[in-house]
C-alpha cells in the first residue's frame, strides 16, 4: 500500500524526474541522497533526468503483484540513461517479444498503479521504444 | 576473541505445514538442537525471521520464541536481514561468544509463510527490494532475478538448459534429504517446460515458499571440547573458522554490473582471509539458490569458477555431489524449501552434518572444510561462515 504521504512526498521524482548531482564529485542520484557514496560529500545541486536511454537489460512479468494483476504480462527493464543513471521501469506500446537489449527507448509519463479499490491511482515513468 | 564450535543442530521436515503453528515450529528445531549439543540450558538466543509481521501477523519474536524454550527470561534476539536473516543471526550468536558475553547461545531461523495466499506471499518477499524504485514499477522478485539472468546469458553465452541443470541437480540431491520439502528429481526438459513466471525464468528455475525453521547451538570451542554429554561426545568439533558479512547497493540497477553479487565477493574475500584458506581447500558449499541464476552468480562470486563461467558448472558435474566442489548437498533452496528466516541456519546444520560425516547418502567423503553463503534481496546483504572440523583430541583438550 502507498499511502497519501509518501506518494505526495515522491512527486518531485515521479513527475519532474529531479535527481541530485554531487557538487565535488559529479556523480548524480536517482532518487538524491543526503550523501554521496563517491566522495562522501553533502552537497547537491538539482538536475533533471535525461529522457533517452537504452535497454540494459528486461524480464516479462507473467505473475503480477497486487496492484497489477490486470495488465500481465508485462515488461519491466533496466534502462541506461545518457547521463548514465540507471532505473528501473515498465517498456510499453510494445509486444513484449519484441524487446531485446540495447534498444534505445524515452521516458513517457504515464499512469503507473492503482492501490486497491479505493487506492491512490500513481502515475510515474514508463519507457516507450523509439527507432532502432 | 574465543574460537568459536557449533555443537548441536535441530531442524523440523519443512513444506507446507497447515497444522503446525510458527512458534511451534521453531520451538521443535530449538529443542532438537539443544537435546543435539546436550547441554541443559543457552545463554541466549537470537531468532532470525524475515517478516513475522507479514506473514503471521507477530513480531517482537526475540521475546515470544525466547518464552517458548522455556529456559527463563533469557535475551532474546530478532534479526532481520531479508532472506539471510537466519545466517544473520548465527552471526551475531558467533559473535556473542567470540565476546565473551555469553558461553553458550542458539541461533535459529524460522519463517512460516503458508498462513497467507500467494499474492501476500509474493508482496512481502518484494519488501526485501526497494519498495519506491524497485516494486513501484511492478517487478517482482523473480523478475529482478530474470533480469540478471538475462545480462547473463546476454553477456556470457550461459544458455536455458544450463539454468535448468541447475535444478536438476538440486533436485537430485534433495532427493537425499528426508527433510527436503520436495524430494522428487527433475529432468532439465521439465524444467524448460515449466510455466513462465518472469521471462527467462520458468516455475522450476524458483525456490518454493516453505514453512520451516532450523535452530543450532555454538559454544567457546574450549568448552566444546570439554563437553560431554548428548551424542556429540565421539563426534568431530565444528569450528567455525571465519564469520563475515558485507553489504551491496538496495536496488539492482543501481549497481555498475548487474550480474556481480559483490557483497557475496566482499564477504568471500573477508573469510578466506579470516580462516586463511582459499576457494581450493573447501571440500563442499552451501549457497542461496533461491533462483536457478543465483547458483551460477554465487559460485563465480565465491571464486568456485571464474567470472561468468558458473553457467557451465552444474551440467559438467563440477558441483554435483562427487564433483570437484558439491554445491548444495541438501537441495538448496530450490528443492530442501526456503522458509526466508531459517534458511541461513538449516545452511550451516548442512555444513554441521557433512563435517561431522552424518550426511548419509550425500555425504561428501573426507569433508574438512566448507562454506555458507546465505543472501538477502538481490544479493543486496549477504553473510558467509566457513566451518572446519577438528578432530577430537586434537590440541590436546581430550580426556
Redesign the interface.
Known amino acids: 500500500m502507498i499511502g497519501s504521504p509518501r506518494y505526495w512526498r515522491e512527486i518531485p521524482q515521479r513527475y519532474r524526474y529531479e535527481a541530485a548531482e554531487c557538487t565535488k564529485c559529479g556523480k548524480i542520484f536517482f532518487p538524491p541522497r543526503l550523501v554521496c557514496s563517491g566522495c562522501r560529500g553533502g552537497e547537491f545541486k538539482k538536475v533533471t533526468l535525461p529522457l533517452d536511454g537504452t535497454i540494459e537489460t528486461f524480464t516479462v512479468i507473467r505473475v503480477a503483484p497486487s496492484g497489477f494483476g490486470d495488465e500481465a504480462p508485462y515488461a519491466v527493464g533496466i534502462v541506461k540513461l545518457t547521463n548514465g543513471v540507471k532505473v528501473t521501469a515498465q517498456i510499453v506500446d510494445c509486444a513484449p517479444g519484441e524487446i531485446a537489449i540495447g534498444d534505445p527507448v524515452r521516458l513517457e509519463f504515464r499512469r503507473v498503479r492503482q492501490d486497491g479499490e479505493s487506492g491512490v491511482i500513481c502515475y510515474g515513468y514508463k519507457f516507450v521504444r523509439t527507432a532502432r | 576473541m574465543r574460537d568459536v564450535a557449533v555443537i548441536g543442530v535441530g531442524m523440523n521436515r519443512w513444506g507446507e505445514l497447515w497444522e503446525k503453528s510458527h512458534r511451534d515450529i521453531w520451538t521443535e528445531a530449538a529443542l532438537e538442537a539443544v537435546a543435539d549439543a546436550g547441554v541443559d540450558r543457552v545463554d541466549a538466543m537470537y531468532v532470525g525471521c524475515m517478516s513475522g509481521g507479514l506473514f503471521v501477523g507477530q513480531e517482537h519474536l526475540g521475546a515470544m520464541l525466547a518464552e517458548q524454550l522455556g529456559m527463563g527470561p533469557i535475551p532474546g534476539t530478532r534479526v532481520e536481514s531479508a532472506c539471510a536473516s537466519g545466517g544473520l543471526a548465527f552471526r551475531q550468536a558467533v559473535l556473542a561468544v567470540a565476546a565473551g558475553e555469553h558461553d553458550v547461545v542458539l541461533a535459529s531461523g524460522v519463517e512460516k509463510m503458508t498462513d497467507v495466499d500467494g ?1 501476500a506471499a ?2 512481502a518477499l ?1 519488501t526485501a527490494a526497494d519498495q ?9 522478485f ?2 529482478l532475478y ?3 539472468a ?2 547473463h546469458m ?1 553477456r556470457y553465452g550461459t544458455t536455458r538448459k544450463e539454468l535448468a541443470e541447475v535444478a536438476v541437480k538440486n533436485h537430485a540431491h534433495g532427493s537425499m534429504n528426508p527433510l527436503a520439502q520436495f524430494q522428487g528429481k527433475v529432468t532439465a526438459e521439465q524444467v524448460m517446460e515449466s ?7 520458468r516455475i522450476l528455475d524458483c525456490s518454493p515458499i516453505t514453512d520451516g525453521a532450523a535452530a543450532v547451538v555454538v559454544a567457546s570451542l574450549d568448552a566444546a571440547k570439554r563437553m560431554k554429554g548428548g551424542a556429540g561426545a565421539a563426534r568431530p568439533l565444528v569450528r567455525v573458522a571465519a564469520s563475515a558479512h558485507a553489504t551491496d547497493s538496495m ?4 549497481r555498475d554490473d ?1 550480474c556481480w553479487l559483490g557483497a557475496t565477493a566482499k564477504a568471500a574475500e573477508i573469510a578466506y582471509k579470516k580462516a586463511g584458506i582459499g576457494p581450493e581447500k573447501l571440500s563442499f558449499v552451501e549457497v542461496h539458490d533461491c533462483f536457478t541464476i543465483a547458483e551460477i552468480m554465487v559460485i563465480e562470486a565465491l571464486g568456485l569458477v571464474e567470472r561468468g563461467k558458473g553457467g557451465g558448472a552444474a551440467a559438467s558435474g563440477l558441483t554435483a555431489l562427487g564433483g570437484k566442489i558439491p554445491v548444495n548437498t541438501s537441495g538448496g533452496l530450490k528443492s530442501k524449501g526456503h522458509p526466508v528466516g531459517a534458511t541461513g541456519v538449516a545452511q550451516i546444520r548442512e555444513a554441521v552434518l557433512q563435517l561431522r560425516g552424518e550426511a548419509a547418502d550425500r555425504q561428501v567423503k573426507g569433508a574438512r572444510y566448507g562454506l555458507t553463503q546465505n543472501m538477502g534481496g538481490t544479493g543486496a546483504s549477504t553473510v558467509v561462515h566457513i566451518f572446519e572440523r577438528i578432530e577430537r583430541g586434537q590440541g590436546g583438550m581430550e580426556r
Open positions: 499474492g509474493t508482496y518484494s519506491e524504485y524497485e516494486c513501484y514499477h511492478g517487478i517482482t523473480p523478475g530474470a533480469m540478471m538475462r545480462v546476454h510455466v513462465l513466471v518472469a521471462d527467462p525464468l536496488a539492482l540497477h543501481d548487474l
